[in-house]
């Protein structure tokens, strides 16, 4: 009897076609706005910011105010859309649903350090807008100070519609201001890279300095600071140094060494 050597060999596992696909992140949804309007909340807005990373440049916060029955469709976390999909879909919400704007300057990031200069801009954005909201939903850890109720999501651009909105809003109004402050700037490359540290950003730097647009307390702007323009770095102090404290001794008053024995 000739056996089947084959029939004992294990058999191979099929290639699971579904590791080899890479799945697609869920887009974000108006699903927790829809739930409190059932609720009878409304208005509702998302508020999200663009530019706490980059060397140069404001922060710019957005919020906004979505019309549950004129949404555009094609709304998602701005990270995900190509430059061409924010700018149509700027335009769209821009026409459809209430939105506002406010800036956080590289001044006040430097005064105020760059989480409470974004926290500032974004309640700035929601005070801002045409009609208050009943609840805000903001993008991060942090919630904002706001006269309604205000929920944190974290990841929330590509979890909430209104927030997916307001990001895309925040992207594409400071993009275009980057692109402008390139025209006053040039040789920095801000139309490219809109203020991020790349290595072309970093050359520039080196080469030519920080402009009054440059976040001063930023490791690789104040590296250039000191490069280009030492004397406006103050010497930081040793407290461990030791310095020698010269004593003067009056030797004009005469002292009877008699009295008092």
């Given at each position: 009897?000739?056996?089947?050597?084959?029939a004992?060999?294990?058999?191979?596992?099929?290639p699971?076609?579904?590791?080899?696909?890479?799945?697609?992140?869920?887009?974000?949804?108006?699903?927790?706005?829809?739930?409190?309007?059932?609720?009878?909340i409304?208005?509702?807005?998302?508020?999200d910011?663009?530019g706490?990373g980059p060397?140069a440049?404001p922060?710019?916060?957005?919020a906004?105010?979505?019309?549950?029955?004129r949404?555009?469709?094609?709304?998602?976390?701005s990270?995900?859309?190509?430059?061409?999909?924010?700018?149509?879909?700027?335009?769209?919400?821009?026409?459809?649903?209430?939105?506002?704007?406010a800036?956080?300057?590289?001044?006040?990031?430097?005064?105020?350090?760059i989480l409470?200069?974004?926290?500032?801009?974004?309640?700035?954005?929601v005070?801002?807008?045409?009609?208050?909201p009943?609840?805000?939903?903001?993008?991060?850890?942090?919630?904002?100070?706001?006269?309604?109720?205000?929920e944190?999501?974290i990841?929330g651009?590509?979890?909430?519609l209104?927030?997916?909105?307001?990001?895309i809003?925040?992207k594409?109004?400071?993009?275009?201001?980057?692109?402008?402050?390139?025209?006053?700037?040039?040789?920095?490359?801000f139309?490219q890279?809109?203020g991020?540290?790349v290595p072309?950003?970093?050359?520039?730097?080196?080469r030519?300095g920080?402009t009054?647009?440059?976040?001063?307390?930023?490791?690789?702007?104040?590296?250039?600071?000191a490069k280009?323009?030492?004397w406006?770095?103050?010497?930081v102090?040793?407290?461990?140094?030791?310095?020698?404290v010269?004593v003067?001794?009056?030797?004009?008053?005469?002292?009877?060494a008699?009295?008092?024995?």
């Amino acid at each position: 009897m000739i056996r089947d050597k084959s029939a004992n060999k294990p058999a191979k596992e099929a290639p699971e076609k579904d590791a080899a696909k890479k799945v697609a992140p869920a887009k974000a949804s108006f699903r927790r706005e829809r739930a409190l309007i059932k609720r009878g909340i409304w208005p509702i807005a998302g508020c999200d910011e663009a530019g706490r990373g980059p060397l140069a440049g404001p922060v710019v916060a957005a919020a906004v105010i979505l019309d549950p029955d004129r949404i555009p469709r094609g709304i998602d976390d701005s990270k995900r859309l190509t430059a061409e999909e924010r700018e149509r879909l700027f335009e769209k919400i821009c026409a459809t649903a209430q939105v506002s704007v406010a800036v956080a300057s590289p001044a006040r990031i430097d005064r105020d350090n760059i989480l409470r200069a974004s926290l500032w801009a974004l309640k700035r954005a929601v005070v801002a807008l045409p009609e208050q909201p009943k609840h805000v939903f903001v993008d991060g850890r942090d919630r904002l100070d706001t006269a309604c109720d205000c929920e944190a999501v974290i990841g929330g651009d590509g979890i909430v519609l209104s927030i997916a909105a307001a990001s895309i809003v925040a992207k594409v109004t400071r993009d275009r201001l980057m692109c402008a402050l390139a025209q006053d700037c040039p040789g920095y490359g801000f139309e490219q890279h809109k203020g991020y540290g790349v290595p072309e950003h970093l050359d520039a730097l080196s080469r030519l300095g920080p402009t009054i647009h440059h976040r001063s307390f930023f490791a690789p702007v104040a590296a250039a600071r000191a490069k280009h323009m030492p004397w406006t770095v103050e010497p930081v102090r040793d407290l461990f140094e030791v310095t020698e404290v010269e004593v003067q001794v009056e030797t004009s008053v005469e002292i009877d060494a008699s009295a008092g024995l």
